[in-house]
């Protein structure tokens, strides 16, 4: 199966920053990647899809990019409510495997 | 709107079986592929299952291949779980395909608890 290993584990910034979360996976996917936000006691919210997609009612400070092997999911201009977990998530090859999740803390 | 709602989650022992159903509204049932996703108490999300719109393709992870089928009927989704362990306790999720050719879950339910202990 396909490995998505995402860095940092966790990372720490204030409102008003930019975060920058990274997923690299084991095999080429190609651009079949998506990004996924989890608040605490929420269910996961999909934020992107093939990479650089925004799903429908995402703000654009969040935008993706990558292909291959390695993304990157950037939120511009931290909002309070950015700060929870976010997975990515390959569709290249069955079985579907989600990354472990970079928690975005307050600093 | 889309509306997933899980049920059927509830304390089990260790070899039991369960069966998991998602009722859907507010979307074309039949044009969607679906999912089931859980979550350890405490982890990640781990994808369990999916069903493709006509039931046609269908897989599952390693972890539950051969004990857990997933179905479809009408505007419900099920999973049925057999010889259950320990490590399949958690928090269990209905997710609906974004479609167009496209894996990623776009609608997600609240989930139903499944607890496995003696």
């Known amino acids: 199966e396909i490995v998505l290993t995402q860095s940092p584990a966790t990372v720490s910034s204030s409102p008003g920053e930019r975060a920058t979360l990274s997923c690299r996976a084991s095999q080429n996917i190609y651009n079949y990647l998506a990004w996924y936000q989890q608040r605490p006691g929420q269910a996961p919210r999909l934020l992107i899809y093939d990479a650089s997609n925004r799903a429908t009612g995402i703000s654009a400070r969040f935008s993706g990019s990558g292909s291959g092997t390695d993304f990157t999911l950037t939120i511009s201009s931290l909002q309070p409510e950015d700060f929870a977990v976010y997975y990515c998530?390959?569709?290249?090859?069955?079985?579907?495997?989600f990354g472990p999740g970079t928690r975005l803390d307050f600093k | 709107e889309v509306h997933l709602v899980e049920s059927g989650g509830g304390l089990v022992q260790p070899g039991r079986s369960l069966r998991l159903s998602c009722a859907a509204s507010?979307?074309?049932?039949?044009?969607?592929?679906m999912h089931w996703v859980r979550q350890r108490p405490g982890k990640g999300l781990e994808w369990v299952s999916g069903i493709g719109w006509n039931s046609g393709s269908i897989g599952y992870a390693d972890s539950v291949k051969g004990r857990f089928t997933i179905s479809r009927e009408m505007k419900s989704l099920y999973l049925q779980m057999n010889s259950l362990r320990v490590e399949d306790t958690g928090l269990y999720y209905c997710?609906?395909?974004?479609?167009?050719?496209?894996?990623?879950?776009?609608?997600w339910g609240q989930g139903t608890l499944v607890a496995v202990s003696s």
């Open positions: 507010g979307f074309t049932f039949d044009d969607y592929a």
């Open positions: 997710a609906k395909d974004i479609g167009a050719g496209a894996v990623a879950l776009d609608s």
């Open positions: 998530q390959q569709r290249s090859k069955w079985p579907i495997t």
